[in-house]
């Protein structure tokens, strides 16, 4: 069979904050794909605003880096993030080979296990990076011995553990072959892409098959499918047809065809067997649909891409300040919004429900619908959540729930806190390593539901210290009784009006206060936590009384403890049953699902 020399297609994996978009910064620099005067940003795969804010990877990108001018090298950067799992799965269809970029120091995570399973299971030619090899504290032999029993854990066959090995520091832009021998250059990363990855087959003459991978969209030219042709050519102009999951056929004319190059698309004529390219022409298009020529329809086996395991209630925003702060706040423009949404998001499910103001949305975790509600909320859209709920399913007769693989890094005295809060939320301790430099790493084994929340309790137990990685396992019956949940209750406004220093400072005792003075506040409006496990009904807006008798305390100045402030998924992870989460475009609120107090009493005396 002939090969494409010339060519090379390469997913980079890699946790969270292990260097990897860094590292393809610098694999664009030093391939000579930028011009010399031309401005590039840090990061500059992270194209997204919260990408770039929180330096996470969300979505799957490709580039296309020139080698030694008659080599292209496709580069597709993965999120390093369980919850966008979805992108991982198709993206491994696309290459012939990962690059696992590891960090020195830390050594393997819980969600590099994810992705690396991944691309085992589709046997592809693994090569390592080991990067951060400057950080002092750096143990690259250790290291590479955790990488082997990873492999070997999962599966890898005698050629997989057999895997190169390459020294970086993406920061400073080195590389070497040894962690002591570090060059200003990426040529020892390229070489061994080159020497290791296979090239594609080269069976350009046969007839076209291309499968959609990722969907972009596109104002002008409507949804783009971004994916590899497996064999034959695509042209531009030509007829062709798109096999769909349930047994159709529609035929299309290749309207446009994009090539990649650096970080931008370029359009182009032709391509061929091996090529990564984006197609236009068709609207309905779909991840796992095959374009094939019309005389000879040949589908590929269908893309699995997993199922959600979270999923949350979106409302229309009906408390007392609804519409004072966002742009669009109507059922029709949210119902629109998350409509769009699922054109690329194909890990999304959108349901509609008995009330044309309410939505069921599935995801694939709390940071996967987090990061769709942030989006709404800078866009403009007004709207109100509910507690997140994991989803049950029956299999073989049997309800079963969502379990992760929660990753714990603590200081030693740390240790007894977080097992014993894991262990309340029906954990089940796998494994544990001292390091024997005052770090210890523990492995659990948690239902879903449990975690819900527990982030802001790990954090306040480990004084910030702490690490908490988690990645989805598997499904396993549902466990009884209950798991997790806020044990608080909390403090409710009474009434409108606007929180002030007095109200405020007359209830510090009671709990933890949630809103600053002047804050304007509705009555059914979560204000602070209570101390105890019953929530509290209180009166935040209260006034001093003034007389004309002078204070002997006149002169002293009122101080008030600092008030805690919530991120969305902190606000979200809060929830209980009966509350909800406000979000616009300026705030973020939480609120009882039923405002009155009154009917509120009444409705618990019900339920009990």
Same mark, same amino acid.
């Given at each position: 069979m002939q090969l494409r020399e010339d060519i090379r297609n390469i997913a980079i994996i890699a946790h969270v904050d292990h260097g990897k978009t860094t590292l393809v910064d610098q694999l664009l620099k030093y391939s000579g794909t930028f011009r010399e005067n031309e401005q590039v940003d840090e990061r500059a795969m992270d194209s997204g605003d919260i990408e770039r804010e929180r330096g996470i990877t969300i979505l799957a990108k490709n580039t296309a880096v020139k080698y030694q001018e008659n080599t292209t090298i496709n580069i597709l950067d993965t999120p390093g993030h369980a919850d966008f799992g979805g992108e991982v799965e198709r993206i491994m269809k696309m290459v012939d080979g990962v690059a696992l970029v590891v960090d020195a120091y830390e050594g393997t995570m819980p969600q590099t296990r994810f992705v690396l399973k991944k691309a085992l299971e589709q046997k592809l030619t693994p090569i390592v990076v080991l990067n951060k090899i400057d950080r002092p504290n750096a143990r690259p032999n250790d290291v590479i011995d955790e990488v082997l029993d990873l492999f070997i854990e999962l599966g890898a066959d005698d050629d997989q553990l057999e895997f190169p090995v390459v020294y970086a520091s993406a920061l400073n832009g080195t590389s070497g072959f040894e962690p002591d021998d570090?060059?200003?250059?990426?040529?020892?990363?390229?070489?061994?892409?080159?020497?290791?990855?296979?090239?594609?087959?080269?069976?350009?003459?046969?007839?076209?098959?291309?499968?959609?991978?990722?969907?972009?969209?596109?104002?002008?030219?409507?949804?783009?499918?971004?994916?590899?042709?497996?064999?034959?050519?695509?042209?531009?102009?030509?007829?062709?047809?798109?096999?769909?999951?349930?047994?159709?056929?529609?035929?299309?004319?290749?309207?446009?065809?994009?090539?990649?190059?650096?970080?931008?698309?370029?359009?182009?004529?032709?391509?061929?067997?091996?090529?990564?390219?984006?197609?236009?022409?068709?609207?309905?298009?779909?991840?796992?649909?095959?374009?094939?020529?019309?005389?000879?329809?040949?589908?590929?086996?269908?893309?699995?891409?997993?199922?959600?395991?979270?999923?949350?209630?979106?409302?229309?925003?009906?408390?007392?300040?609804?519409?004072?702060?966002?742009?669009y706040i109507t059922s029709r423009k949210i119902e629109e919004r998350l409509l769009k949404q699922l054109e690329t998001d194909v890990s999304l499910r959108v349901d509609p429900t008995e009330s044309?103001?309410?939505?069921? =949305?599935?995801? $694939? *975790?709390? /940071?996967?619908? %987090?990061?769709?509600?942030?989006?709404?909320? +800078?866009?403009?859209?007004? @709207?109100?959540?509910?507690?997140?709920?994991?989803?049950?399913?029956?299999?073989?007769?049997?309800?079963?729930?969502?379990?992760?693989?929660?990753?714990?890094?603590?200081?030693?005295?740390?240790?007894?806190?977080?097992?014993?809060?894991?262990?309340?939320?029906?954990?089940?301790?796998?494994?544990?390593?001292?390091?024997?430099?005052?770090?210890?790493?523990?492995?659990?084994? =948690?239902?879903? $539901? *449990?975690? /819900?929340?527990? %982030?802001?309790?790990?954090?306040?137990?480990? +004084?910030?210290?702490?690490? @908490?990685?988690?990645?989805?396992?598997?499904?396993?019956?549902?466990?009884?009784?209950?798991?997790?949940?806020?044990r608080e209750g909390v403090l409710v406004a009474l009434e409108n009006g606007k929180a002030s220093t007095y109200g405020i400072m007359g209830l510090e005792d009671r709990g933890v206060i949630f809103v600053n003075p002047g804050t304007e506040v509705y009555a059914g409006m979560i204000v602070g936590e209570h101390n105890r496990e019953n929530d509290l009904t209180v009166n935040i807006t209260k006034e001093k009384h003034l007389t004309n008798v002078r204070s002997a305390t006149k002169d002293q100045t009122s101080t008030i403890r600092k008030t805690r402030d919530m991120s969305l998924e902190e606000a979200l992870e809060y929830l209980n049953d009966d509350e909800y989460c406000e979000v616009t475009p300026e705030s973020i609120r939480l609120r009882k699902k039923i405002l009155n107090k009154n009917e509120r009493e009444k409705a618990a005396k019900k339920s009990k």
């Open positions: 570090q060059q200003e250059t990426m040529d020892p990363i390229f070489t061994t892409i080159m020497e290791h990855i296979p090239a594609p087959a080269d069976n350009s003459e046969d007839p076209l098959q291309f499968q959609v991978t990722l969907l972009d969209y596109n104002d002008y030219v409507g949804r783009i499918g971004v994916g590899r042709i497996v064999r034959g050519t695509i042209k531009v102009g030509q007829q062709v047809v798109v096999l769909k999951e349930d047994g159709t056929n529609k035929s299309f004319r290749v309207t446009k065809l994009f090539g990649f190059i650096g970080l931008k698309r370029i359009e182009i004529e032709e391509a061929k067997a091996g090529d990564i390219v984006a197609v236009s022409g068709m609207e309905d298009l779909n991840v796992g649909d095959t374009i094939c020529p019309a005389d000879h329809p040949d589908e590929l086996p269908r893309l699995r891409i997993d199922e959600p395991t979270l999923q949350m209630t979106f409302l229309v925003n009906n408390s007392p300040f609804a519409g004072r702060e966002g742009k044309p103001d309410a939505w069921i =949305v599935s995801g $694939r *975790g709390e /940071l996967h619908l %987090s990061i769709l509600i942030e989006n709404m909320r +800078r866009e403009g859209y007004e @709207l109100q959540l509910s507690k997140p709920q994991v989803i049950i399913k029956e299999i073989d007769g049997v309800k079963s729930e969502p379990v992760e693989r929660v990753q714990v890094d603590v200081p030693e005295e740390y240790t007894g806190a977080v097992m014993e809060s894991l262990g309340a939320r029906k954990g089940e301790m796998l494994d544990m390593v001292n390091h024997g430099n005052g770090q210890v790493r523990l492995e659990f084994k =948690v239902p879903s $539901r *449990g975690l /819900l929340g527990y %982030s802001t309790e790990f954090m306040s137990q480990t +004084r910030g210290y702490g690490i @908490l990685n988690h990645t989805f396992d598997a499904y396993e019956p549902v466990i009884k009784g209950q798991v997790g949940g806020r």
